[in-house]
């Protein structure tokens, strides 16, 4: 193949494709450029003035290199491998660096490989991070367990490009025994380490680079910012459903730019569908201000070398023709997306069919439970202060409130004020584990509302007004094998979403899972959850003990500052 390369690069022989007249991003000089792109093969070939056996003009058009995503959990789109391609693929992403530790949470090892077979057939390059907090604490109950030597273990696997976000910064920074086999193994195998580490910083920040680890995406003011890429760190702007920080752009600036990256972290479906990917991450950071040309850089050269993607991430020859040719660079619309020089989407929509989506019995059926009543949702606190959890918008850090209480018969009186009552229910091993707290602000009234994805373990989590409704919230979600749950109390209404894959995500198309998907979010909107919040995911992250301040597990009220279990009496 090289001979042909290099004499389609010389002229003397055609191209296969060539996009003629383009306006083309140089991301190495940081400039446009005006002429043909070739390509051969999976390689482009040159720039310049080129003839093709097929050509495109793109005299009104501007070419980009395609788009890499530098961390994602495909698992919070709810849907399948197959199924999320088909919806970013046609917004100009054909890389991403995912991290598939929900599943293998809740399915352990077989997850993982689920991601990575169903990965197979599909235009898009899936770079499976092996996750290295299964469970992410030893404070809650999760459906696996992956210690130092199933680290050492899997790590090998071709399939395995690196080690998942290490958001056990204390074990690292405390040389946890178990933490420390698990960095040495990806470093035997000269593999890339991503980082969750919050407000660390000074000799706690030092220390944890000292675990060899490479990236944040949780950085929240520019003094973090800073000493994280002093330190040589590269720093992701995220831009998920219910975790943004793109306002760190401001941040960016000529001496600093290389260090950062774009990722969406999580991002659900109708979010995909009605607002896009990275695309919609671009359109924002330029109609923000920041230079379209540092944007896109970003998005591709930037994440590309972070993550040692060789040939990728920038329009040059012999680099890997992976392209999306665009309206403008505000509006970022794809109007072509080339994937190893294959012509895979166009004008939105993919050229690739996912209708044979891979779903082996591994990840089936994972909702296991006993029968829930009324009574295991009342709530006996012995104090008439309590500590209520808040959450602040736009992001997954909670708040601790003390609140008056009122009690009636020997349970916390909620209806009527702005309080709700939290639960996480243990559903790996039917402990009967039920974790009880209060929540403050959320808006929902009239009823529970429920899930399976409960970040990181993914046990169910409820919220409601109405003992007997969060029962039959739970019930529900047991019975439809996982998913998404709203009780309405007046009516007795059950609205549901299935999530028949792990209870984390569904095995039918994109388009049919989106519309039901937005219905039920518009139902929790409806009942009062306020639009600040993004109802679902939102409430997904309420047990997430390593992100402050005060989060639920399965086995309690836990403070994530003191990391330790409170008392939920104040």
């Known amino acids: 193949m090289l001979e042909k390369y290099i004499k389609a690069a010389r002229r003397e022989v055609k191209a296969d494709i060539v996009l003629k007249n383009a306006s083309w991003l140089n991301v190495f000089q940081g400039r446009m450029e005006k002429g043909d792109i070739a390509i051969v093969g999976d390689r482009i070939v040159g720039t310049g003035e080129y003839d093709g056996v097929k050509e495109i003009d793109c005299s009104k058009l501007t070419v980009l290199p395609s788009y890499i995503d ?230 591709t050269l930037n994440c590309a070398e972070c993550y040692g993607l060789k040939w990728r991430g920038a329009i040059a020859p012999f680099w890997f023709a992976d392209l999306v040719v665009v309206d403008n660079m505000k509006k970022f619309n794809a109007q072509y997306v080339f994937k190893d020089g294959k012509l895979v989407a166009r004008e939105g929509k993919p050229l690739f069919d996912t209708s044979e989506r891979y779903l082996p019995k591994s990840v089936l059926n994972t909702v296991r439970l006993k029968p829930l009543t009324a009574a295991d949702f009342v709530l006996d606190i012995k104090s008439d202060k309590a500590k209520a959890m808040t959450i602040e918008k736009g992001g997954v850090v909670t708040g601790c409130e003390i609140v008056n209480v009122v009690k009636e018969g020997g349970d916390v009186k909620v209806k009527g004020t702005d309080l709700l009552k939290l639960a996480v229910v243990e559903r790996h091993k039917m402990t009967g584990n039920i974790g009880r707290a209060l929540f403050k602000g959320y808006g929902f009234t009239g009823g529970a509302m429920g899930i399976t994805i409960a970040h990181d373990s993914h046990n169910i989590i409820l919220l409601g007004d109405d003992n007997a409704a969060m029962a039959k919230a739970a019930n529900t979600l047991k019975e439809i094998g996982g998913g998404m749950v709203i009780v309405n109390s007046a009516t007795g209404e059950v609205s549901s979403v299935t999530l028949d894959i792990a209870g984390l995500m569904s095995s039918r198309a994109a388009e049919s899972l989106q519309q039901d998907s937005r219905a039920l979010i518009e139902k929790a909107h409806a009942m009062g959850v306020k639009r600040d919040y993004e109802a679902f995911m939102s409430l997904a992250f309420l047990s997430l003990a390593v992100i402050p301040k005060l989060k639920i597990t399965d086995k309690g009220l836990f403070d994530v500052e003191k990391f330790a279990f409170t008392p939920i009496e104040a």
Request: charge should be negative; charged fraction near 20%.
């Open 70 to 299: 530098g961390h994602v959990h495909i698992e919070s789109s709810q849907l399948s491998p197959e199924e999320f391609a088909s919806l970013i693929v046609p917004r100009g992403t054909t890389t991403i660096i995912a991290d598939p530790h929900e599943i293998t949470n809740v399915c352990g090892m077989a997850g993982c490989e689920y991601i990575a077979k169903a990965s197979q057939n599909i235009p898009l390059d899936v770079k499976l991070q092996l996750p290295s907090c299964v469970p992410a604490t030893p404070f809650e109950t999760s459906g696996a367990v992956l210690n130092g030597k199933d680290t050492q273990k899997n790590i090998k696997k071709d399939y395995i490009f690196g080690l998942g976000e290490f958001m056990n910064y204390p074990g690292v920074v405390n040389c946890d025994a178990d933490v420390l086999k698990k960095l040495e193994a990806a470093h035997a195998m000269n593999k890339i380490i991503d980082g969750h580490a919050p407000a660390t910083s000074g000799s706690e920040l030092n220390a944890y680079l000292c675990g060899g680890i490479s990236t944040d995406h949780e950085c929240v003011n520019k003094e973090e910012i800073d000493e994280k890429i002093s330190k040589g760190m590269y720093v992701h702007i995220r831009h998920g459903s219910s975790t943004q920080n793109l306002g760190n752009a401001k941040y960016i600036n000529a001496k600093n730019m290389r260090r950062f990256i774009l990722c969406t972290d999580d991002r659900h479906a109708a979010d995909l569908k009605e607002n896009g990917h990275l695309d919609d991450a671009l359109r924002r950071l330029v109609a923000n201000g920041l230079d379209p040309v540092w944007a896109v850089t970003l998005a």
